[in-house]
C-alpha cells in the first residue's frame, strides 16, 4: 500500500489524527448502523491508518455508543423522531470534534447514520474558526441531499435534516433539540457542495434551487466524468479554503455498498468514490472526514456486509492519502 500525506497548510499537526467512533442509530429508524464503526475496526481500518498510513491516533480508540444520553420517552417534537436524544447526542460529538480539531489535527469520523453530521461539522466549523479565523467548506458526498427541515420532512428521520441544521434553514428551538447550535457552528451554504445526488425530495429540489446550492447529480457525473466534476467542486469552494468532506456509504452505487440503509441504483463505482477523496486529499486542503451508514445488519449476504465495510475502508484511507502507485 502505497501512500503520500499532502501536508495541510491548514492543521499544525497533519501527521496527527483525531478519531471520533460513534455507533449511534437515532437519526432513523433502521437497527445496526450504530454496529458499523465497530465493523469497519475490526476489519482493520485503524491499524492501517497507523502503520501504512503513518498517522499518530488521538481519540477514540473503541466506539462510543452514548447510551447514557438517550432520552426516555423521547416524543415527536415538530415532526422529529428522537429529537431530544439526536440533540444531546450531537452537541457530545460536536465537542469531541471541535477538541481535536482545534488541536491542529485531521478529524475522522466513523458512523453512525448521516444525524451525526451535525455535531461532527459544528465541531470543526467552530474549531476552524476559532483557530484560523476561517469558514469550512464542507463536500457532502451522497444519494440524498440530507437538507430537509424538520417541517418539510415526510418521514421525521433527522439523518435527512443535518445540512438544514447546519445552514440556518433550521433552527433549534430549545437546547435540547438543536438550540445548542448556534452561528459558530454553522456553515455558509456557499461553501456547501454535494456529489453523487439521486434521490432528492420534491421540498429539497426546492430549497436547492432557491439557495443556489452548487450540487452535482449523478446525471453530472455521467455528462461530465468523475474529473471534471472534482476540477469545477474545488474550483467553487475556492483554493484557500479548510474542507470537512462527509461521506455517506449510500454515494456508492448498491454493486459496492449494498450494506445500507437506503441504497439507490445508478450510483458511484468505488473508484469514482476513491477518486473524490484523492482529490480532495491533495488540494492540501483537508481537515476533516466522516465515513457514515455502513449497516452491516443490512446485506442479503455476508459478503454484501464485507464488501460494504471494504468499501468504506477504501473511501477513508484514500481521503487520508493512500494512493495507487
Known amino acids: 500500500m502505497n501512500h503520500e500525506i499532502v501536508t495541510s497548510r491548514f492543521l499544525s499537526n497533519p501527521q496527527e489524527l483525531g478519531v471520533v467512533a460513534v455507533g449511534f442509530s437515532g437519526g432513523q429508524p433502521k437497527a445496526g448502523v450504530d454496529n458499523g464503526p465497530q465493523a469497519l475496526i475490526q476489519s482493520g481500518l485503524l491499524g492501517q491508518i497507523n502503520t501504512e498510513l503513518g498517522y499518530k491516533l488521538h481519540g477514540d480508540s473503541e466506539v462510543q455508543y452514548y447510551k447514557d444520553l438517550a432520552v426516555a420517552n423521547d416524543a415527536d417534537h415538530r415532526g422529529m423522531k428522537n429529537p431530544r436524544t439526536v440533540s444531546a447526542v450531537n452537541k457530545a460529538i460536536s465537542q469531541k470534534t471541535y477538541e481535536q480539531s482545534v488541536a491542529g489535527r485531521l478529524t475522522l469520523t466513523l458512523g453512525g447514520d448521516h444525524s451525526i453530521a451535525i455535531g461532527t461539522i459544528s465541531g470543526t466549523a467552530k474549531a476552524t474558526r476559532e483557530r484560523l479565523g476561517r469558514e469550512i467548506a464542507v463536500i457532502w458526498v451522497d444519494a440524498h441531499a440530507d437538507i430537509n427541515t424538520p417541517e418539510s420532512s415526510d418521514s421525521g ?169
Not at 428521520?157 to 433549534?172: D, E, Q, R, S
Not at 420534491?202 to 471534471?228: C, N, P, Q, T
Not at 484523492?278 to 455476508?302: F, K, M, R, S, Y
Open 157 to 325: 428521520n433527522i439523518h435527512g435534516m443535518p445540512v438544514a441544521f447546519l445552514t440556518g434553514l433550521a433552527k433549534g428551538d430549545s437546547d435540547d433539540a438543536f438550540g445548542w447550535v448556534k452561528e459558530e457552528h454553522q456553515l455558509n451554504i456557499k461553501k456547501l457542495v454535494y456529489i453523487g445526488l439521486r434521490d432528492v425530495d420534491v421540498g429539497e429540489k426546492k430549497i436547492l434551487r432557491e439557495h443556489g446550492v452548487k450540487a452535482f447529480s449523478m446525471f453530472d457525473v455521467d455528462r461530465y466524468g468523475i474529473g471534471r466534476v472534482m476540477e469545477m467542486a474545488l474550483a467553487h469552494i475556492g483554493a484557500d479554503t479548510p474542507i470537512h468532506l462527509s461521506f455517506d456509504i449510500d454515494a456508492l452505487d448498491p454493486t459496492w455498498a449494498p450494506s445500507t440503509g437506503t441504497p439507490v441504483r445508478g450510483g458511484l463505482t468505488l473508484r469514482e468514490g476513491d477518486y473524490i477523496c484523492e482529490c480532495i486529499h491533495q488540494t492540501g486542503n483537508l481537515i476533516a472526514v466522516d465515513l457514515v451508514e455502513v449497516n452491516p445488519a443490512l446485506a442479503a449476504t455476508e459478503a454484501g456486509a464485507q464488501e460494504t465495510v471494504r468499501a468504506g475502508c477504501s473511501i477513508v484511507r484514500c481521503a487520508l492519502g493512500e494512493t495507487l502507485l
